[in-house]
């Protein structure tokens, strides 16, 4: 039916139709200004962590490349005399490739990347059986951890079997997993019986995760005892923490606190501040013990407000050195921060945690710490510290930094996807 309007109302019409054309104009131009405001927020940030991918991606592509050109399965680590340098599976860092290719398969939804990580995972299988070091917590929870949570069920097994290796460590007199074996090496040299190093806490993670997946309470127990002795053993009271703690056998008395990779007994060793941070943030996740998170806190707060904390938010390799500014970084301590600090991010004070693991991981994403495309030995990160006192690893790049800078921008995509509307 045809609506027929009269001059009056055709004037009216016109009026209304040119009224509306007016607010519709204002509003579509409003509409387009908060449009582009948002879009312009979401390019600056997810600009920073595109761009951080595609970097990320065509140094792993480098560093692929050149392991299957060799026709060999090869576990990088470092860089040493101009040359990469590659480890055995039984090494304390043989889980952070497979976990860096993991990590870019999550971040790009590239299945090329799961295709490697899954070979790269798998070539390190038998490290689920290896008791004589602590470390099998991290390795297996880096590699197969990560797998599992991205949907390879049958990893299951090998964090199973690895949590039973990394239990034969505790010492139920003492109440802590021993890190370290005393009977060679530099190891048997310091007069210890029972070393425990901070790093330890991070082994805890693969526990927590074994008494989820089996149902079974002991390695769950095991982890909150060790969790609970460190922070009352490990930590002095402005929250800055020993690097080892070397207990009795016999009685659990505590003989030593020492250093082996700080520049002292008394001083803070950044990479131990930070394994310390992340543990407790983790610890406090699996568990819900406020104690854990107010650890973790604390002990930020120890590196926040420590005069040698540099304006650049990258620790030198220990607070307390005597030549800093002279003195090297550790980049791998700062990724380990910012990583640490998205998730303490997620339990309370969002903006203050998150804004400074994004301050953190803006100066490691800068050209003082990122490195080139193909330079570094094609890792991403330069300047970190594998550990002065031995005289190793000093100003390099080191596969546990790219390791949790790329956890940590994973966790930052999706802190950010999360405070985004969803319409
Ligand atoms: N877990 C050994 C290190 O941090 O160097």
Same mark, same amino acid.
């Given at each position: =039916?045809?609506?027929?309007?009269?001059?009056? @109302?055709?004037?009216?019409?016109?009026?209304?139709?040119?009224?509306?054309?007016?607010?519709?104009?204002?509003?579509? $131009?409003?509409? $387009?200004?908060?449009?582009?405001?948002?879009?312009?927020?979401?390019?600056?940030?997810?600009?920073?962590?595109? !761009?951080?991918?595609?970097?990320?991606?065509?140094? @792993?592509? $480098?560093?692929?490349?050149?392991?299957?050109?060799?026709?060999?399965?090869?576990?990088?680590?470092?860089?040493?005399?101009?040359?990469?340098?590659?480890?055995?599976?039984?090494?304390?860092?043989?889980?952070?490739?497979?976990?860096?290719?993991?990590?870019?398969?999550?971040?790009?939804?590239?299945? /090329?990347?799961?295709?490697?990580?899954?070979?790269? /995972? @798998?070539?390190?299988?038998?490290?689920?059986?290896? /008791?004589?070091?602590?470390?099998?917590?991290? =390795?297996?929870?880096?590699?197969?951890?990560?797998? %599992?949570?991205?949907?390879?069920?049958?990893?299951?097994?090998?964090?199973?079997?690895?949590?039973?290796?990394?239990?034969?460590?505790?010492?139920?007199? *003492?109440?802590?997993?021993?890190?370290?074996?005393?009977?060679?090496?530099?190891?048997?040299?310091?007069?210890?019986?029972?070393?425990?190093?901070?790093?330890?806490?991070?082994?805890?993670?693969?526990?927590?995760?074994?008494?989820?997946?089996?149902?079974?309470?002991?390695?769950?127990?095991?982890?909150?005892?060790? *969790?609970?002795?460190? =922070?009352?053993?490990?930590?002095?009271?402005?929250?800055?923490?020993?690097?080892?703690?070397?207990?009795?056998?016999?009685?659990?008395?505590?003989?030593?606190?020492?250093?082996?990779?700080?520049?002292?007994?008394?001083?803070?060793?950044?990479?131990?501040?930070?394994?310390?941070?992340?543990?407790?943030?983790?610890?406090?996740?699996? /568990?819900?013990?406020?104690?854990?998170?107010?650890?973790?806190?604390?002990?930020?707060?120890?590196?926040?407000?420590?005069?040698?904390?540099?304006?650049?938010?990258?620790?030198?390799?220990?607070?307390?050195?005597?030549?800093?500014?002279?003195?090297?970084?550790?980049?791998?301590?700062?990724?380990? %921060?910012?990583? *640490?600090?998205?998730?303490?991010?997620?339990? !309370?004070?969002?903006?203050?945690?998150?804004?400074?693991?994004?301050?953190?991981?803006?100066?490691?994403?800068?050209?003082?710490?990122?490195?080139?495309?193909?330079?570094?030995?094609?890792?991403?990160?330069?300047?970190?510290?594998?550990?002065?006192?031995?005289?190793? !690893?000093?100003?390099?790049? #080191?596969?546990?930094?790219?390791?949790?800078? #790329?956890?940590?921008?994973?966790?930052?995509?999706?802190?950010?996807? =999360?405070?985004?509307?969803?319409?």
């Amino acid at each position: =039916m045809q609506l027929k309007i009269t001059t009056k @109302e055709n004037y009216r019409y016109h009026k209304l139709v040119k009224m509306n054309s007016h607010k519709l104009y204002y509003l579509f $131009l409003s509409l $387009l200004i908060i449009a582009t405001s948002c879009s312009t927020n979401t390019t600056v940030k997810s600009g920073f962590i595109q !761009e951080n991918i595609q970097f990320a991606i065509a140094q @792993e592509k $480098l560093q692929v490349a050149q392991i299957e050109k060799s026709g060999k399965i090869l576990n990088p680590r470092t860089v040493k005399d101009g040359e990469v340098k590659y480890i055995v599976p039984d090494d304390w860092t043989s889980g952070f490739y497979p976990g860096t290719m993991w990590y870019i398969y999550e971040l790009t939804g590239d299945s /090329t990347w799961r295709t490697y990580a899954r070979k790269y /995972t @798998e070539a390190i299988d038998t490290i689920k059986y290896m /008791t004589w070091h602590h470390d099998v917590g991290f =390795m297996v929870q880096c590699s197969f951890g990560n797998g %599992l949570r991205l949907g390879e069920e049958k990893y299951k097994e090998v964090i199973l079997q690895s949590a039973k290796s990394l239990s034969t460590r505790f010492r139920p007199v *003492a109440g802590i997993i021993q890190s370290w074996n005393v009977d060679k090496g530099w190891q048997s040299e310091r007069g210890w019986e029972c070393p425990v190093i901070i790093d330890n806490m991070m082994n805890l993670e693969l526990l927590f995760n074994a008494t989820k997946l089996s149902g079974d309470s002991s390695f769950y127990k095991i982890a909150v005892s060790h *969790a609970d002795k460190t =922070m009352k053993n490990h930590y002095r009271p402005d929250y800055s923490c020993y690097h080892v703690v070397d207990y009795s056998l016999a009685d659990g008395s505590i003989r030593n606190k020492h250093t082996a990779q700080g520049f002292a007994h008394e001083s803070a060793w950044a990479r131990g501040q930070a394994w310390g941070i992340y543990g407790f943030a983790m610890c406090y996740r699996e /568990t819900k013990d406020i104690q854990y998170l107010r650890q973790a806190q604390k002990a930020f707060e120890f590196v926040v407000n420590h005069k040698n904390f540099p304006s650049d938010f990258v620790p030198y390799w220990d607070f307390d050195t005597p030549k800093i500014p002279n003195e090297p970084r550790d980049a791998s301590s700062a990724a380990i %921060l910012a990583s *640490a600090l998205y998730e303490l991010s997620t339990f !309370e004070n969002p903006e203050y945690y998150k804004g400074w693991a994004d301050k953190i991981m803006q100066s490691l994403a800068s050209p003082a710490f990122r490195a080139k495309t193909g330079e570094n030995g094609n890792f991403i990160l330069m300047h970190s510290v594998g550990s002065i006192p031995h005289g190793n !690893e000093i100003d390099v790049p #080191l596969n546990y930094a790219d390791y949790y800078f #790329l956890e940590a921008l994973k966790r930052k995509r999706d802190l950010e996807n =999360m405070a985004k509307p969803t319409n």
